[in-house]
């Protein structure tokens, strides 16, 4: 059966170009016109992905994604104006996966959705092993990470992320390799996009984030993700 996509969109001719483009695409499409009854549809029909405006009647589009997150780990991926970066790190942070940017083309739009859902369905359920960096303990199949006997929430990028980066920890990730394994071979993501979930699992696993110690930088190569008493090479 074809993905289904939830469309929280308020403006009527940007909501009718995106479904059209959406079912063109084979996706089955269901909208709603502001947040309150974009999260009812949320529970009723367990969408695919949530294709979710910014600026949004009755909830906002973040307060959306907050609630979203608070019980599910759907795909979210964010519609922003082009001037507007501080609310799409802001997205980003809350636990939105990606952002696309007002106008947009509709094709490029589909495009951006077909390759969200991808990654999204991308890890293998085969790796069920416990993952363990000293006090850092990561559960593929849970999809859990305890920091000691704290359970630590994540995003679900965020723990794609931290956990291709622990399944090669001690080891330098080029910035390239870590964008194709864990965001997909999509010619449309930001690399910034990196850049901001590394700061914000920092934000949760590093006592001081402006110091890691867990989740270093590389300059000019990419990440290491290494136990807090690991010596530098």
Request: negative net charge; aromatic residues 4%; glycine residues 6%.
């Amino acid at each position: 059966m074809s993905e289904l996509i939830l469309v929280v969109e308020d403006e009527a001719p940007v909501q009718e170009a995106i479904v059209e483009a959406l079912e063109a695409s084979g996706m089955r499409v269901i909208t709603a016109s502001d947040g309150e009854r974009g999260l009812e549809l949320l529970r009723a029909e367990r969408p695919d992905l949530v294709l979710l405006d910014l600026m949004l009647p009755k909830i906002g589009g973040m307060d959306v994604c907050v609630l979203i997150r608070e019980h599910s780990e759907v795909p979210i991926i964010m519609l922003t104006g082009l001037a507007a970066e501080d609310d799409r790190v802001e997205g980003l942070s809350r636990g939105a996966d990606d952002y696309i940017t007002k106008p947009f083309r509709v094709r490029e739009l589909a495009a951006r959705l077909r390759a969200v859902l991808r990654r999204s369905q991308h890890w293998s359920s085969d790796d069920r092993e416990l993952i363990e960096i000293e006090d850092l303990r990561i559960k593929p199949a849970a999809r859990e990470v305890w920091l000691d006997d704290r359970r630590i929430g994540l995003t679900p990028k965020e723990f794609d992320l931290l956990e291709y980066l622990a399944r090669n920890a001690g080891n330098v990730v080029p910035r390239e390799q870590i964008l194709d394994r864990v965001w997909g071979e999509d010619k449309y993501i930001d690399p910034r996009t990196l850049d901001v979930h590394i700061r914000w699992l920092r934000e949760k696993l590093e006592e001081s984030p402006s110091e890691p110690q867990r989740l270093l930088t590389v300059r000019g190569e990419g990440y290491r993700l290494v136990g807090p008493e690991a010596e530098e090479a």
